[in-house]
């Protein structure tokens, strides 16, 4: 089957091209043939779909006042975007379209190609952020705070709360790009809406969204797995190798939203090198831990962005101490990146805003190193208590702060198991959530698109011998017979969109007590 994927950047900048580019993996392992639509980057990887791909487009570098206000032109409508996705799907002829982050920088214009209304081809949307409930992407309004206000489906919130970049300039273009979006219907030709995580279903749903949506969470492939298990440092909590020192881990991009001042105000606190102010109104609701963590913990930060001189000022405010406990350790990727998380005693998600269901936590388990995760967004869906990790309040620097005392004392983790197991679950519920996301596709759409949800089933990533054309009649004929009590056996290992992979605890123990740290 040829699948054309498409995302803004064609290299790998964050979560959803790490989704993105292990999606084009895992379709060529089955293979399926993939082409690509993106933009143009001197960090892309190279393709022989580049020669479609639109102009670079900057809207926050350090460019002239009147480039800012040509390409922001683009930014709501590209015809550049329409006409070169119209050549690429004349040459490759897609049986499907799989949209990533498009916003911006190629805009939805790309579905008004006349091609997709002479061959109406499934389009299959993931939504990495918020952008189809909120013109700021996060749902936190300029405030700071967590936000529902354009639930409701009038944008003009994000220009009152100064939404996007604290500029009501910035905010009212993405105001008018979400309003424009709407009056054009242009996620009416989305056929089906790929949610990362249950609490994003939940939003998208609650936001006008579900008749289309479906779970799914975010995957590893084999190769990334393969690395996981690779890097996994097994004997961390023996402290095997003398001298070792034990250590927290954030890897990520330095940005408020992620709370990275909060996990070092709070790491600092836990380490005695801050007074009690150190995290803020919230150290209210201390639970009253008054130990300290031992001398040899450290907090490693992986990683750049915006924050980065602000972590700077806090590590010097708090003296000689603290710079040799915390370690910005800048960029870092592939193995290097990949050893830091294996050897990691805890792997800290400290963000405070509702994140969807963040890579860095699934390379962390994948490497077998638990997670210390706030209680927000799809976070927590990662999270099995005392088993895969901890959880603590979001943005509460003193309650992250406890969580880490207790991880380093042992207290609540005595025995934690990890593993990733790539098999579906909840077989019983998967086929109504797949009929009620389909039920108003047109039968042509609906078989198409059957062909691909089918591949994503993970017992066919796992083995694809598994696809047959009787298997796959069966899987369609189940959709559109609308079976009132459908069979899980009948259906095993051809659910759509299941989740490919997924935590759960087993046998395989890491002991943690005391003694060990």
């Known amino acids: 089957m040829r699948i054309l994927l498409v995302n803004k950047y064609f290299y790998r900048k964050g979560g959803a091209e790490t989704y993105f580019f292990a999606l084009a993996e895992g379709l060529r392992a089955l293979g399926h043939e993939v082409a690509f639509f993106s933009m143009k980057h001197s960090n892309n990887e190279p393709s022989y779909w580049s ?44 049986d499907v379209i799989h949209m990533n982050n498009v916003h911006r920088q190629l805009t939805l214009s790309i579905l008004d190609a006349p091609y997709l209304k002479r061959h109406h081809v499934p389009v299959v949307y993931t939504a990495h952020d918020y952008i189809l409930l909120c013109p700021a992407y996060t749902m936190v309004n300029g405030r700071g705070e967590v936000c529902d206000a354009c639930l409701d489906r009038h944008f003009m919130h994000a220009t009152k709360n100064v939404c996007v970049k604290g500029s009501r300039a910035k905010s009212a273009l993405a105001t008018m790009e979400a309003e424009f979006l709407k009056f054009h219907h ?20 609650e936001g006008g969204f579900a008749d289309k949506t479906i779970a799914m969470q975010n995957f590893l492939t084999d190769s990334q797995m393969t690395m996981g298990a690779h890097v996994a440092n097994t004997h961390k ?35 005695g090198l801050a007074d009690g102010n150190a995290g803020g109104a919230d150290d209210t609701r201390d639970a009253g831990n008054a130990g300290m963590l031992p001398d040899t913990w450290d907090l490693h930060i992986v990683g750049d962005g915006p924050e980065r001189e602000s972590i700077e000022r806090l590590i010097t405010s708090a003296g000689s101490q603290a710079a040799s406990h915390i370690h910005l350790l800048g960029y870092k990727s592939g193995e290097d990146l990949q050893r830091e998380v294996g050897n990691a005693r805890f792997t800290v998600l400290s963000s405070e805003w509702r994140e969807n269901m963040p890579y860095s936590g699934l390379e962390s388990l994948a490497a077998q190193t638990p997670i210390i995760g706030a209680r927000i967004g799809g976070i927590p869906e990662l999270v099995e208590e005392a088993k895969t990790g901890f959880t603590f309040e979001s943005g ?15 207290g609540w983790c005595r025995f934690v198991g990890l593993v990733i197991d790539s098999i579906t679950t909840n077989h019983a519920t998967r086929p109504s959530l797949r009929r009620r996301s389909m039920m108003l596709m047109p039968n042509s759409v609906l078989i ?23 298997k796959l009649r069966l899987w369609k004929n189940s959709c559109l017979r609308r079976p009132k009590n459908p069979s899980a056996a009948a259906l095993s290992g051809l659910h759509p969109f299941a989740l490919i992979e997924r935590v759960r605890s087993c046998s ?8 060990h740290l």
């Open 51 to 94: 020669k479609y791909f639109v102009s670079e487009k900057d809207y926050v570098g350090d460019i002239s006042a009147f480039k800012k206000v040509q390409e922001a032109s683009t930014l709501i409508y590209s015809f550049e975007a329409k006409r070169k996705f119209e050549a690429l799907l004349e040459e490759f002829k897609p």
């Open 186 to 205: 242009s996620y009416g030709m989305i056929d089906l809406i790929i949610a990362p995580s249950k609490f994003m279903k939940s939003k998208l749903d």
């Open 237 to 271: 909590f023996e402290d095997a190798q003398a001298g070792a020192r034990p250590y927290f881990l954030f890897f990520g991009r330095l940005s408020k939203e992620k709370g990275i001042l909060t996990l070092v105000k709070a790491f600092l606190r836990a380490a």
């Open 396 to 410: 509460n620097a003193a309650d992250l702060s406890n969580s880490m005392l207790n991880c380093s004392a042992g």
């Open 448 to 470: 198409r698109l059957s062909r691909y949800q089918t591949m994503y089933s993970s017992s066919m990533l796992m083995n694809p011998s598994m696809v047959t054309p009787a």
């Open 508 to 515: 395989l123990q890491m002991r943690i007590h005391s003694g």
